[in-house]
């Protein structure tokens, strides 16, 4: 077995003409940045399958540099991203999602109905067993005394909250 290996350092160290530093590096980095990488990659052939779906459509943006052109950014950047290789932002991620009219990254209904629901998460954090009051600020006044009614617990509330979504 440690001879295999030493063959295949050697073979390798040939192939990199002796730049054995530079593929171990990228080799290292890879091993540490597998799961991002992962979901990069994922990310990046959802862009090519939608380009290539736009493509047989004739729909703009049908390739990598109409993409660009539509989000302002340089055609090698729309590049560096198919290659599954980069570390995207929620910013641009949701800028690809909107030009592509895709999800790139999915969120629960749960999630998305939170975030959406402000009453929602008033109950949640305000509510438990029996009549809460909490004050609310308001841009006229310093505070005002919100009564809530509700005879069930927070839990089951969101229970009942994901099951009519």
Request: aromatic share 8%; proline share 1%.
């Amino acid at each position: 077995m440690e001879k295999n290996k030493k063959e295949i350092l050697a073979k390798l160290n040939t192939l990199t003409k002796g730049n054995k530093s530079q593929w171990l590096e990228d080799a290292k980095y890879r091993a540490d940045n597998q799961e991002w990488l992962k979901k990069s990659q994922a990310i990046a052939f959802k862009i090519l399958r939608k380009l290539r779906e736009n493509k047989t459509k004739q729909v703009i943006p049908s390739n990598q540099a109409q993409l660009a052109q539509q989000l302002d950014v340089s055609a090698q950047q729309v590049s560096k991203w198919v290659k599954g290789k980069e570390n995207f932002t929620l910013e641009t991620i949701s800028k690809l999602e909107a030009v592509l009219s895709i999800k790139l990254i999915e969120t629960s209904t749960l999630q998305t109905n939170i975030l959406k629901s402000t009453s929602f998460i008033e109950n949640v954090f305000y509510t438990s067993k029996g009549h809460v009051e909490y004050k609310k600020r308001t841009s006229k006044k310093e505070a005002k005394v919100v009564h809530l009614q509700n005879e069930i617990t927070t839990s089951a509330f969101i229970k009942n909250y994901a099951l009519q979504s």
